[in-house]
């Protein structure tokens, strides 16, 4: 019997992994988080903060049992783009990855620890990267809590039997509440809006982006496979559906999903607009009787600044793709894949019956 700890639990990421491991016959799940997630049925959770040194060495000195890690977690600052390139949010995450590590690496016997990374490992939040982005490209010269928490990781590797792999996602999409990098809430408040006042979902952002993304499902059955395969073994992947989109494209199959028709194009900057409306997005949660929070930001976090990046809202030009190459994966045997349009269409339909975002 593997166990493996999933930290961030209640993340996109995190989250997603818990569903998926908790499935698995020969997998015990433990998943920890500052906030405690939707309970699900084989997983073990504990609230913890990753901040708390002390909290931490109670907590994991104990596990002596673990196998596995799947670091998830996150801190970000409400400033959220502004954040990405601010030295004390970096070294808060490496702080976070040191806390859990240093009694957790004491007390049990890892055969393998998963690290999540992203596409700004290639600066695509700082302007053009190259295309395809891939994992033997140098080292992009910038400032990013991905280079301390991986050499950090590589150092505590020195003389221990223990392997690690980074994964790489392109846009996660799934289900977190309360998430800065869920565009599910943002795009499912604005159209609940838009559809209450009889309007047409129209495309808030700004010129064509060629764009990537990721299941968050799928993202967790190569967190498995990773965990299992020898190939993988200190190696770096990018992860993603494996098609590309261009946001005003597959925006007629979101509207579908949420039963509604496709307005002309009409900016607007989520990130200070849909604030206003917080009031509304109250009403239309009264009115279907919704799960989620009333309170737009306890359900959107910082995603609606996240959305405003992803559609390049405000943009007066399309911005450079962001595209990075999957071959790696692939050939260790990782062949896993999804047209991006059914999983925008899948997740729509997920909110919907959990009572999440109103019906269709």
């Known amino acids: 019997m593997n166990k493996v700890l999933i930290a961030g ?26 906030r405690m997630p939707v309970a699900v049925d084989g997983a073990t959770f504990i609230s913890l903060d990753l901040q708390d040194q002390q909290r931490c060495s109670e907590v994991l000195g104990q596990m002596t049992d673990v196998t596995h890690l799947i670091y998830a977690a996150l801190y970000e600052k409400p400033s959220l ?14 702080t976070m990855l040191r806390n859990l590590f240093e009694p957790l690496n004491a007390a049990a016997n890892l055969q393998h620890v998963s690290l999540l990374q992203g596409t700004k490992a290639y600066g695509a939040h700082l302007g053009p990267m190259r295309i395809p982005a891939r994992e033997r490209d140098p080292r992009h010269p910038h400032a990013n809590f991905y280079w301390l928490q991986e050499d950090y990781l590589r150092a505590k590797q020195a003389g221990s039997r223990w392997s690690w792999t980074i994964l790489r996602p392109q846009l996660v999409v799934g289900e977190a509440i309360g998430g800065n990098l869920n565009i599910i809430p943002a795009i499912g408040v604005f159209a609940a809006l838009r559809k209450e006042a009889g309007l047409p979902l129209s495309f808030p952002g700004g010129p064509p982006f060629i764009f990537e993304a990721v299941d968050a499902g799928l993202l967790a059955r190569s967190f498995e496979w990773a965990a299992t395969t020898s190939a993988c073994a200190n190696e770096i992947f990018n992860i993603t559906n494996g098609d590309v989109f261009v946001w005003d494209e597959v925006w007629p199959a979101i509207a579908d999903a949420l039963g509604m028709e496709v307005g002309p194009p009409e900016p607007v900057c989520l990130q200070h607009e849909m604030p206003k409306k917080a009031a509304e997005w109250a009403a239309v949660a009264r009115k279907y009787g919704l799960r989620s929070p009333a309170d737009v930001n306890a359900f959107v976090g910082e995603s609606f600044e996240f959305a405003d990046f992803c559609f390049a809202y405000g943009a007066d030009r399309p911005p450079r793709p962001a595209i990075v190459s999957t071959i790696k994966a692939r050939q260790a045997g990782f062949h896993d894949c999804m047209d991006t349009e059914d999983m925008f269409r899948k997740w729509v339909r997920h909110f919907q019956e959990e009572r999440l975002l109103p019906p269709r």
């Not at 993340?11 to 015990?28: I, K, P, Q, S, Y």
Request: aromatic share 10%.
């Open 9 to 34: 639990a209640s993340g996109l990421v995190g989250f997603a992994a818990v569903r998926h491991f908790a499935r698995l016959n020969d997998w015990e799940v433990v998943a920890i988080s500052r």
């Open 81 to 94: 783009i502004q954040g990405w390139t601010q030295r004390d949010q970096m070294e808060t995450n490496l």
